[in-house]
């Protein structure tokens, strides 16, 4: 399954720059609506054999495909709203709107979990069970097998573009994988007469769903606060920095992440005896390459050494 989601992901990406804010959109459309379309489908699934064998653990199961939905959908509109163009008001363009769609995914998770809580108790406190189907175990299987798809396929698009967004979308493929794992357990149990599994089954499906809900939630607000570099990031500028001639050392890098649109200060020592001039040209080499390569507005310091 990964194999297959990776290989699909890596040939809708082969020879793009993905540093570019329109390859960045494009992905995301690509991602969002592939889970869309997997997750109607599996609403559709879920929701039918919930019904027929009154599986509360089922049709929680299928609520929580529908929030995936609408999580794709906001991930496509923050996508969409973070490619515009900076104004007067926004000088650095809207490319945080990814970050702000992610908390809101997160959000929106922790909801759903606190709602199947609620669902799964009174199915506890009123004594009525799922009914025992084959149908209803065959249809789980099928949903795991493409949320194991669309979460391998998510992360693989996410790691590219180094969103948390994308992933944290391929964490809710996973969410709901396990969640669909933990229900097939339950309708087994339910088949051999352990009825009341699935209500309890229920609430663990709620735990996980609240747990991810916060995961993504804290990365997102993490991403909007102004998280620092990592270190991956650090070092790989200042090396491109050293690789132009006359910098002798780099320090006091700074990373202001806008999404799509990204700002780097640094700044780099050159020898004293260079001229004004000298200096400043040794200045705009590093701020191109740099700017270059990671696609970002690069600004240099210089300091005399």
């Not at 969410?175 to 599994?197: F, H, M, P, R, Y």
Request: hydrophobic share 45%; charged share 15%; glycine share 8%.
């Amino acid at each position: 399954m990964k194999y297959f989601a990776n290989r699909l992901a890596d040939k809708l990406t082969l020879n793009r720059n993905l540093l570019k804010p329109a390859e960045r959109y494009r992905v995301g459309l690509i991602e969002s609506w592939a889970s869309i379309a997997g997750n109607i489908f599996l609403v559709f699934l879920k929701m039918t054999f919930g019904l027929l064998t009154n599986s509360i653990a089922l049709m929680a199961d299928a609520v929580h495909s529908a929030s995936d939905i609408f999580s794709s959908m906001v991930v496509l509109i923050g996508f969409s709203l973070a490619k515009k163009e900076p104004d007067s008001e926004h000088p650095h363009g809207h490319g945080r709107t990814e970050y702000l769609a992610g908390l809101i995914i997160g959000l929106m998770l922790i909801g759903a979990g606190v709602a199947f809580i609620y669902s799964s108790y009174n199915r506890l406190v009123s004594d009525v069970y799922a009914t025992p189907s084959i149908g209803a175990i065959i249809a789980i299987i099928i949903a795991i097998i493409i949320k194991e798809f669309l979460y391998y396929f998510s992360a693989r698009l996410g790691n590219l573009i180094d969103s948390d967004t994308l992933s944290g979308d391929a964490w809710h493929h996973r969410t709901d994988s396990l969640s669909s794992g933990l229900v097939l357990i339950a309708l087994v149990g339910n088949c051999l007469g352990l009825a009341a599994l699935d209500a309890y089954f229920g609430f663990v499906v709620a735990l996980f769903i609240i747990y991810t809900g916060f995961k993504i939630a804290h990365s997102s607000c993490s991403s909007l606060l102004g998280a620092a570099p990592s270190e991956e990031l650090y070092n790989g500028v200042a090396s491109c920095a050293k690789q132009v001639n006359g910098v002798i050392d780099t320090h006091d890098l700074e990373f202001h992440d806008y999404g799509s649109y990204k700002v780097i200060t640094l700044h780099i020592g050159v020898n004293s005896s260079l001229s004004l001039d000298e200096a400043h040209y040794i200045a705009h080499r590093v701020e191109d390459r740099i700017g270059n390569q990671y696609h970002c507005n690069a600004v240099v310091h210089l300091d005399p050494r």
